[in-house]
């Protein structure tokens, strides 16, 4: 049964900061691995998503990484910002609708 | 566009009440998905559908029942409402095509915060 573990479920940076952001999976047949944000009281929105060939997506100052191998994404904020703060997750695309969800790592970037 | 849209944004019910959650979604996709998220947990499947007339069961399913009568529309129903069911509600869609495994990604609503008494 594939689990979502994410690592840490706080922080907080001052802004500027880089910041890198853990999630792992026990099972690697994957379809891809997705990190949504999630501001207070509301939905998720898709920042990045990597397809399980994929090694790295980029947008912005966005960058995920995934390795299946050993069952890790990271993603990565350069120069983090206050409106960077919210909560982040990854899921795990095991199948036509499975998406097994982390709980989340709650960023906090301070001004 | 709307996207995805889900009513009510709250809602507050007495235990064995029943209510319906609504979703609806504009992008002409195939797949719909109610989830519950609990204070510091994922998100957790309730229900799925594949296309109207086709639903089935996700990892919670207990206390709730769906339709898709329309590719629009995918309601969640409550009935008997218990305070285990206190949770926000979120209602995804995705394109749902075979081909389309490795990049097809699920687009969220709102959500419904739901207090039950």
């Known amino acids: 049964k594939q689990e979502v573990t994410q690592i840490p479920a706080a922080l907080s940076v001052p802004e500027g900061e880089n910041l890198v952001l853990n999630c792992s999976f026990t099972?690697?047949?994957?379809?891809?691995l997705q990190w949504f944000r999630q501001d207070p009281g509301k939905g998720l929105t898709s920042l990045l998503l990597?397809?399980?060939?994929?090694r790295e997506q980029t947008s912005g100052r966005l960058n995920a990484s995934l390795d299946k191998s050993s069952g890790r994404s990271t993603l990565y904020i350069a120069a983090s910002q206050p409106g960077d703060s919210a909560t982040y997750l990854c899921a795990a695309k095991g199948g036509t609708y499975k998406y097994i969800f982390g709980t989340g790592t709650r960023l906090k970037v301070l001004a | 566009n709307a996207g995805v849209t889900q009513t009510p944004k709250f809602r507050i019910l007495k235990i064995g009440q029943s209510m319906t959650l609504q979703c609806a979604q504009d992008m002409n996709h195939n797949y719909m998905y109610w989830y519950r998220q609990d204070p510091g947990m994922g998100l957790k499947l309730i229900y799925y559908s594949v296309g109207a007339g086709i639903t089935d069961k996700g990892e919670v399913p207990n206390g709730y029942n769906v339709s898709r009568s329309t590719t629009e529309d995918f309601p969640l129903r409550l009935e008997l409402a218990a305070p285990s069911q206190t949770s926000v509600y979120f209602c995804?869609?995705?394109?749902?095509?075979?081909?389309?495994?490795?990049?097809?990604?699920?687009?969220f609503g709102p959500g419904t915060r739901l207090t039950v008494l």
């Open positions: 995804a869609s995705s394109y749902g095509s075979l081909r389309l495994l490795d990049t097809d990604t699920q687009y």
């Open positions: 990597i397809q399980s060939s994929q």
């Open positions: 099972d690697s047949a994957i379809y891809n």
